[in-house]
């Protein structure tokens, strides 16, 4: 069964306190893997697509990796303003769906 | 350069009734989605719609039916609301335009919808 754990559940940085946020999964046959920010009260709004292991990317502070069997959302000096949920999700070849993990939230304090 | 729209915003029903959420996509993509995101669970599949005419079940898509109107539109009825259903609705859509482009899921913004 494809599956997506993300860890932590939260996360609560110092502004400048560089971390990393975890996302494992199993999926037959990896089409990608996707990274959302959601803030409160809103839609997940998408950040990165990775396709194959050692395939990364970057965003001002955020840079996605990706490996066979993990994703990591490294997060460089953040500040207040990138406190939300991050969301991972995957898709498999055979599907049109993708498979969400449950999200860890950050907070980063001034 | 609406992308997503879902309406309505909040609502509030009563044990036993009926309504559906409406949804919209403007960038003429062939995939359509709703989700539901409940504390803890994180966010899961109802029903969705790999093209016009087409849908099929999610994780979770008993109490609701869907409706692939057009390709713009994707609605979903719950036809006797149960307090179970309580929770924040997404809609969601994709253009698939193959292996490496146009993979990208787009959301709207929620609809809160309480049942009491």
């Known amino acids: 069964e494809d599956q997506v754990t993300q860890s932590p559940e939260a996360l609560r940085l110092q502004e400048g306190e560089s971390s990393s946020l975890n996302c494992s999964y199993t999926v037959s046959g990896l089409r990608g893997l996707f990274w959302y920010r959601q803030d409160p009260g809103k839609g997940p709004e998408f950040l990165f697509t990775l396709y194959s292991a050692g395939e990364e990317k970057e965003k001002e502070r955020l840079k996605a990796t990706l490996t066979k069997k993990e994703s990591f959302l490294h997060i460089t000096a953040p500040k207040p303003e990138d406190s939300a949920t991050y969301l991972c999700?995957?898709?498999?070849?055979?599907?049109?769906?993708?498979?969400f993990g449950t999200g860890t939230r950050l907070q980063v304090f001034p | 350069n609406a992308g997503v729209t879902q309406t309505p915003k909040f609502q509030v029903l009563k044990t036993g009734q009926s309504m559906t959420l409406q949804c919209a996509q403007d960038?003429?993509?062939?995939?359509m989605y709703w989700y539901r995101q409940d504390p803890g669970m994180g966010l899961r599949l109802i029903y969705y719609?790999?093209?016009?005419?087409?849908?099929d079940k999610g994780e979770v898509p008993n109490g609701y039916n869907v409706s692939r109107l057009n390709k713009r539109e994707f609605s979903l009825r719950l036809e006797s609301a149960a307090p179970s259903q309580t929770s924040v609705y997404f809609c969601?859509?994709?253009?698939?335009?193959?292996?490496?482009?146009?993979?990208?899921?787009?959301f709207g913004e929620g609809s809160w919808l309480t049942v009491v």
């Open positions: 719609s790999a093209s016009e005419g087409t849908t």
């Open positions: 999700a995957v898709q498999a070849y055979y599907t049109d769906k993708l498979i």
């Open positions: 960038m003429n993509h062939n995939s």
């Open positions: 969601a859509s994709r253009l698939e335009q193959g292996r490496y482009s146009g993979n990208t899921i787009y």
